[in-house]
Nanobody
Framework: VQLVESGGGLVQAGGSLRLSCAAS????????MGWFRQAPGKEREGVSC????????LYAGSVKGRFTISRDNAKNTLHLQMSSLKPEDTAVYYC???????????????WGQGTQVTVSS
């Protein structure tokens, strides 16, 4: 599967952005889909995942209550609605297939190319 992110950009603190990830084929064969991010000089971190099986969601503590993950299976699209953005949310955001283990989600084999999100203070 090929994954292509869009929707990144420059936004002021407190603003909102909606990221999208378009898949070249159905992603229902994968355990789930997720968003990850990497800021300059920092390790990649998980942001949010959504299960294919039951639609359950997981969020990193730093984004819980501000970000919402969703998927449109009919359109093979994954979304991340980001609100109340903070400068520390600045990063390249990637979508990826995910697997689950012990209640946590982990990146799978397929990644998008990333989209830059920059939050100014």
């Amino acid at each position: 599967v090929q994954l292509v992110e869009s929707g990144g950009g420059l936004v002021q603190a407190g603003g909102s952005l909606r990221l999208s990830c378009a898949a070249s084929e159905s992603t229902l064969k994968y355990e789930g889909m997720g968003w990850f991010r990497q800021a300059p000089g920092k390790e990649r971190e998980g942001v949010s995942c959504i299960s294919t099986n039951d639609g359950s969601t997981l969020y990193a503590g730093s984004v819980k209550g501000r970000f919402t993950i969703s998927r449109d299976n009919a359109k093979n699209t994954l979304h991340l609605q980001m609100s109340s953005l903070k400068p520390e949310d600045t990063a390249v955001y990637y979508c990826a297939t995910v697997t689950y283990y012990n209640g946590n989600c982990y990146p799978g084999d397929y990644w998008g190319q990333g989209t830059q999100v920059t939050v100014s203070s």
